[in-house]
């Protein structure tokens, strides 16, 4: 694998001044966090690339070895040999991994959507499985979920359900989630036992700070009302809903589930600016790469990704054309194969392109 020497150097070298700037104790706290985070970018390379040396040099010593010296430092030194050599292009493979861009995004928090797709009361109910499915996930990984916003189904599941997932590196573990996911079950109310196909779909957005979007007071049209929900729920009496519109886009945002305006109007900023973030991710990603779609998938909305069945017990992700006869265990949270699988794919692709 060929990586520019000159390149290696560069970045350990500003990883060594890093280092002694913050040795030095002497930066402001914000001039720190800076550059400690950084430093936090450019470790992983050079330590990689410290790794890759030493079994270079390592292998060099050897290859003398097995040319110089006596019979069984011969034959001690070819084991060595042939074992450094399966050894090195793994290394060298993490060191071109840790010199892939970064998505800026990655380590954010996540604004999780999920609405009911074609398929009825069903679609509603699989939504809602879903829902639960990446609640769990995100239970386990140690992440907090906060639901944002929910309108329930009749029939007990999800029409929508907008949650927002806070965490170490949630936006890189969720983000090839976004699509279209399709469910082949029986339904319950299915008297003649025949298998039904739904859908939902799913929008994995990284959350915006106010530093990231600055929105204008006068670009927004802000409508106060009178929660409204379905008979039988507990209804505010007071006007405490709230739609948010952001005239330049015509994006627009409700949310009603608190009880305080002030609580809704805060939760409904929170989704507006993460929507205006995704917007211009967009915008810049398609001017860089020319809207090129990899082979994981360009995470658009309207993209059939995977496919849930449950008569046979699998779950078929259709852009890397994987099946895992897992079905119970991923409704269950138990996504490490399926998402692991799913960044691999896209280190690969990026890998090649870069090869290529």
Same mark, same amino acid.
């Given at each position: ?39 936090? *970018? ?15 040099? *390592? ?36 060191? =071109? ?15 999780? *959507?999920?609405? =009911? #797709? ?16 990446? $609640? ?21 599941? %999800? ?16 983000? %090839? ?11 319950? &109310?299915?008297?003649? #036992? ?6 939902? /779909? ?13 929105? @204008? ?15 039988? $729920?507990?209804?505010?009496? &007071? @006007? ?8 330049? &886009? ?56 995977? /496919?849930?069945? %449950?008569?046979? #017990? ?8 994987? /099946? ?7 409704? $269950? ?11 691999? $794919? ?11």
């Amino acid at each position: 694998m060929n990586i520019p020497a000159d390149r290696i150097a560069a970045i350990e070298a500003r990883r060594d001044e890093l280092q002694a700037l913050m040795a030095t104790g002497d930066l402001p706290g914000d001039k720190f966090v800076a550059v400690s985070k950084e430093y936090a *970018e450019l470790e992983p390379v050079a330590k990689a690339a410290g790794e890759v040396r030493r079994l270079r040099a *390592e292998l060099d010593v050897l290859v003398g070895m097995e040319a110089e010296g006596d019979a069984e430092l011969r034959e001690m030194a070819r084991e060595e040999i042939e074992a450094l050599r399966m050894t090195i292009p793994h290394a060298e493979r993490a060191l =071109a991994l840790a010199l892939l861009p970064r998505d800026a995004a990655d380590e954010r928090a996540a604004m999780l *959507e999920i609405r =009911a #797709g074609t398929g009825g009361d069903e679609a509603a109910l699989f939504a809602g499985d879903l829902f639960r499915m990446y $609640q769990k996930y995100a239970e386990a990984q140690g992440w907090r979920v906060e639901l944002i916003s929910s309108s329930a189904s009749d029939s007990g599941g %999800f029409k929508e359900a907008i949650a927002s997932v806070e965490g170490k590196g949630v936006f890189a573990k969720l983000k %090839f989630e976004s699509g279209v996911h399709r469910v082949q079950r029986v339904p319950a &109310t299915e008297t003649q #036992g025949r298998i039904h196909t739904s859908a939902a /779909t799913v929008a994995v957005l990284p959350e915006a700070e106010e530093v990231d979007i600055k929105i @204008d007071d006068k670009d927004l049209r802000i409508d106060i009302y009178r929660s409204s929900g379905p008979g039988g $729920q507990s209804v505010n009496t &007071t @006007d405490s809903a709230v739609r948010i519109v952001h005239i330049p &886009t015509g994006l627009t945002v409700i949310q009603q589930d608190e009880k305080s305006q002030h609580k809704n109007k805060a939760k409904a900023m929170k989704v507006l600016r993460t929507r205006l973030y995704e917007q211009e991710r967009e915008r810049l990603h398609a001017e860089r790469a020319g809207a090129r779609k990899s082979m994981v998938g360009s995470g658009d909305r309207s993209e059939r990704i995977r /496919t849930y069945n %449950f008569p046979q #017990g699998r779950v078929t992700d259709h852009r890397i054309n994987l /099946t895992l006869h897992r079905l119970p265990e991923i409704m $269950q949270g138990e996504m490490e194969e399926l998402l692991g699988a799913l960044i691999a $794919q896209d280190e690969a692709d990026r890998l090649a392109q870069i090869e290529g």
